[in-house]
């Protein structure tokens, strides 16, 4: 791994600004390899010193990456001035600078949420070229009409012109449906069933590529992903 400042480094680590990091060095707070180090801008590679924090060991991480259960009424977005948001929901010793939502979820909508800081795995899991598949379990206002499985399969044209992939619908109930889709377009779940003269009453993600919400993961929680549950997003 590239060398970085030491400053760096900590800030990133225990999430925190470059000055109080810088200032927190310098008071002979930080150690590496045994060696009390009280200049900010050293630089090393994190991945192959010990590096402490008033003699605690910073277990150096790259990128961060998380898992919600997004409840109700909560932005899909990293700050908001006057409304919560799913970083806000992050514990205090997973928050990291820059994090953010992978994708986005609508205010009213719910279940499987990732957070992280790699913005390359962010686009990687987004973007359609990647074929990862999203599957929701959606309540509708009205009976699910006998052609809608044949429609979502050719790829519903939303009432702006704009053609949808094709998608896997498969019903559940009179009312109940899971859906499959490869892509996320605004408001798409709701807006494809809007063609077919339905509303969607209730909406919750369960899961992304080959990833599914933990059971006991309870709505409005979040932890760290497993590497095998990492792995698995891009399956």
């Known amino acids: 791994m590239n060398l970085q400042r030491l400053d760096k480094i900590i800030a990133s680590q225990l999430n925190i600004s470059r000055s109080d990091a810088k200032a927190d ?9 045994g060696e009390l180090v009280r200049d900010p801008s050293r630089s ?11 003699g605690q060991a910073v277990n150096f991480k790259e990128f961060i ?7 109700k009424g ?13 970083v806000d929901l992050v514990p ?16 009213d909508t719910t279940g499987l949420l990732l957070i992280t800081d790699d ?17 929701y379990h959606v309540v509708l206002d009205g009976l699910i009409p006998k052609n809608a499985c044949e429609e979502f399969a050719k790829g519903i044209v939303l009432a702006d012109g704009t053609k949808c992939l094709p998608a896997k619908l498969e019903i559940k109930g009179e009312k109940e449906a899971l859906v499959e889709i490869r892509e996320g377009k605004y408001h798409q779940i709701k807006r494809m069933f809007g063609v077919l003269g339905l509303g969607v009453n209730e909406l919750k993600r369960l899961s992304i590529g080959g990833f599914k919400l933990p059971e006991d993961l309870k709505e409005g929680e979040c932890r760290e992903l497993t590497e095998a549950e990492l792995k698995s997003v891009l399956y």
């Open 74 to 86: 909560v932005l899909s977005a990293s700050t908001d001035n006057n409304r919560q948001t799913v």
């Open 44 to 54: 090393f590679s994190p991945l192959e010193c010990n590096i402490t924090y008033k």
């Open 25 to 33: 060095i310098r008071r002979g707070f930080v150690g590496v390899d």
């Open 92 to 107: 205090t010793e997973l928050s990291r600078q820059n994090l953010s939502p992978v994708g986005r979820l609508d205010k």
């Open 65 to 71: 990456y998380l898992v919600l259960n997004k409840p």
């Open 119 to 135: 913005g390359q795995f962010s686009h990687k899991v987004i973007s359609p070229k990647s074929d990862i598949k999203k599957v």
